[in-house]
């Protein structure tokens, strides 16, 4: 079946501009995060979604990150006035409740000029 | 001190070799600990979830000590697919953050022929 798809794969942009990143997650996954990796670190949490209750926002790093999961399945991060250090790659995972395998999708490499 | 700590590498060895990864964390409540492996330029994938009585799974094993706070991963008679980096991963616990995965950096490990 269909994994956990991402869109942009890649993504360009000045700095200063607005970004919105999507994650199609497995069907009938209830949980879904969202993780960044800069270039040579480890990957950082950003935000938790579960089911319908409140998000997990504890790693978003600004209050320019903002994160919606519609209906309990598509979810968008958005980055407002892109800075030069959020480029990175913003991976996106779900799994089927909170404690079993998270399945990563393929990431968005974001670069800010 | 870090939440979760491993050796950067690069472990550099001949086919066939033994090789031993190790590391630590910091949150003496955490419960689940995996081991993931990320190739180059490629999402994380799930290699193999750490018991406390130790795991085997083929040429890997994964033992968890925990009065020690430490998790290690042995690869036997490595091949030169098995060049990657290997990211020590520690769920997180307590209210909304019960699903989200904190990351090591990763050891990078390349296998020659």
């Known amino acids: 079946g269909a994994g956990v798809s991402q869109s942009p794969s890649n993504k360009v942009t000045e700095k200063g501009k607005d970004v919105e990143l999507r994650c199609d997650p497995i069907?009938?996954?209830?949980?879904l995060y969202w993780y960044r990796q800069s270039l040579g670190q480890g990957l950082e949490f950003l935000i938790y979604?579960?089911?319908?209750?409140?998000?997990?926002k504890s790693g978003l790093p600004s209050d320019r990150f903002s994160a919606e999961r519609t209906g309990g399945s598509v979810s968008t991060l958005t980055i407002q006035r892109t800075q030069q250090e959020d480029s990175a790659v913003y991976l996106c995972?779900?799994?089927?409740?909170?404690?079993?395998?998270?399945?990563f999708g393929d990431g968005t490499r974001l670069s800010i000029l | 001190r870090k939440e979760v700590e491993q050796d950067p590498g690069p472990f550099n060895v001949p086919e066939g070799a033994t090789v031993a990864f190790n590391c630590t964390y910091s949150?003496?409540?955490?419960?689940?600990f995996f081991w993931y492996r990320q190739d180059c330029r490629k999402e994380p994938k799930l290699l193999m979830s750490?018991?406390?009585s130790g795991n085997e799974d083929g040429r890997f094993t994964a033992q968890l000590n925990r009065a020690s706070q430490y998790i290690s991963l042995l690869i036997r008679d490595s091949k030169l697919s098995d060049s990657a980096t290997y990211l020590c991963?520690?769920?997180?616990?307590?209210?909304?953050?019960?699903?989200?995965?904190?990351f090591g950096k990763g050891t990078k490990l390349s296998v020659k022929p």
């Open positions: 995972a779900s799994s089927l409740f909170w404690d079993q395998p998270q399945h």
């Open positions: 069907s009938g996954h209830t949980a």
């Open positions: 979604f579960q089911g319908n209750s409140a998000p997990d």
């Open positions: 949150n003496s409540a955490s419960q689940s």
């Open positions: 750490v018991y406390s």
């Open positions: 991963v520690v769920r997180a616990l307590g209210g909304g953050s019960q699903g989200n995965l904190i």
